[in-house]
């Protein structure tokens, strides 16, 4: 099966704003279930060229609220799929871009898990050393975008790029 090639684009500002709508909207919708939802990803680093998909992490306090919580945000137009090995234990909701079959990349990607869980608290982390350590930021950005046109904007191979530069980064800043 073809599926749809993985696209960047240069930094938008409005990311924020549209982070800030949708963690209103997951609060809101999850009725209490969810206590934190937080935006990670290069659509979370100011100036990054990314993937237009907003990455989210929500999080639950406990473990027998995800379930609820996940039925709810589906009630948002997300719609459950696989989730990545570096998430650990959670459930991943994505909404398209719009409905096909094989749908293309989606706008955004919530990841519910127990707020705080190592996968949390690794993927804040990252997000936070790239904030503050802009010549990381930029080496991860010319990395990605070289990775991406080796790859011609294969998704398995993105992915299996990006896995290895964060597994390095995680390093760096274990080194800290």
């Not at 800030?20 to 969810?34: A, K």
């Not at 990607?109 to 930021?137: G, K």
């Not at 930029?138 to 993105?158: H, I, M, P, S, T």
């Amino acid at each position: 099966m073809e599926t749809n090639p993985v696209r960047l684009m240069h930094f938008d500002p409005r990311w924020r704003q549209e982070f800030e709508q949708t963690r209103s909207s997951i609060l809101q919708s999850c009725e209490g279930r969810v206590v934190d939802v937080v935006h990670i990803g290069s659509t979370a680093i100011s100036g990054l060229i990314a993937r237009p998909t907003l990455d989210l992490l929500a999080g639950v306090s406990e473990a027998d609220m995800m379930e609820r919580a996940a039925l709810l945000i589906e009630g948002l137009n997300y719609r459950r799929v696989a989730s990545p090995l570096w998430a650990g234990s959670c459930i991943t909701l994505c909404k398209p871009r719009y409905v096909t079959p094989d749908p293309p990349d989606p706008t955004h990607c919530v990841y519910l898990m127990m707020a705080m869980s190592p996968a949390w608290v690794e993927a804040v982390s990252i997000r936070d050393y790239l904030r503050q350590n802009a010549e990381s930021a930029v080496d991860f950005e010319a990395a990605k975008v070289k990775r991406w046109r080796r790859g011609e904007g294969d998704l398995e191979r993105y992915n299996a790029d990006k896995a290895i530069f964060f597994a390095h980064l995680k390093d760096q800043i274990d080194a800290t």
